[in-house]
């Protein structure tokens, strides 16, 4: 079946430093792809998201390439803030309508000033 | 910006009791959805609802849940008798892109 499996944390960096988050997918079909974020005590917020192979999604800094031949998602930025501390959701949506999303278990993110 | 609301933020319940999550999708949104995240764990996909009735919910979603539309704006998740294992957060969620409300914490005790 379908499944996401990102890199576990937490992970913890001084400000302005380079972020990758690992994610990798399993599906049957061409899913969507999806980065969602969670700050503390609020719900997940969409970040960014791919739709198709080679598709870069942006969003904030924050990048992720759609690597059909490796099945990846990896969630970069070039320079953390205090502020991107969070937890980090991979996920993907195989449905054409994205009715249905299957989630990574998240990565938290903790940046030191 | 539209956003998803729900209420309430923590909801703290003995075992056995039933409870009712509830939710404000966006107004135009056709697709509604209810996911939980136990705590440290993933967020997992419960229910999908469209045309006032469920187009899909996964194993999670037995007979002690079900979900309803009542007046055409809030769209509501009920556990008829709570058990200790559904201690989480739930996320409403409507589409497009999949738009997450801020969740609703429900403890049983």
């Known amino acids: 079946g379908d499944s996401v499996t990102q890199m576990e944390g937490p992970v913890t960096l001084s400000e302005e430093a380079c972020l990758t988050i690992n994610c990798t997918y399993t599906a049957t079909g061409y899913p969507s792809l999806f980065w969602y974020v969670q700050y503390p005590g609020e719900g997940l917020q969409l970040l960014l998201k791919a739709t198709k192979a080679d598709d870069k999604g942006s969003n904030k800094g924050f990048e992720a390439t759609y690597r059909k031949e490796t099945t990846s998602f990896h969630l970069e930025k070039g320079s953390v803030q205090v502020s991107d501390s969070a937890v980090y959701f991979c996920?993907?949506?195989?449905?054409?309508?994205?009715?249905?999303?299957?989630f990574g278990s998240g990565t938290k993110l903790n940046v030191k000033p | 910006e539209p956003e998803v609301t729900q209420t309430p933020s923590h909801q703290v319940t003995q075992m056995g009791q039933e409870v009712i999550l509830r939710c404000v999708p966006i107004?135009?949104?056709?697709?509604f959805y209810w996911y939980r995240q136990i705590l440290g764990q993933k967020v997992e996909f419960l229910v999908s609802?469209?045309?006032?009735?469920?187009?899909?919910k996964s194993e999670i979603f037995d007979d002690q849940f079900s979900v309803e539309r009542p007046d055409g704006s809030n769209f509501t998740l009920k556990i008829r008798s709570t058990k200790l294992e559904d201690s989480a957060m739930y996320f409403c969620?409507?589409?497009?892109?999949?738009?997450f409300g801020p969740g609703t914490r429900l403890t049983v005790l």
């Open positions: 969620a409507s589409r497009i892109g999949l738009i």
């Open positions: 107004s135009n949104h056709l697709y």
């Open positions: 609802f469209y045309n006032n009735e469920i187009s899909e």
């Open positions: 996920a993907l949506s195989d449905d054409d309508n994205f009715n249905k999303f299957y």
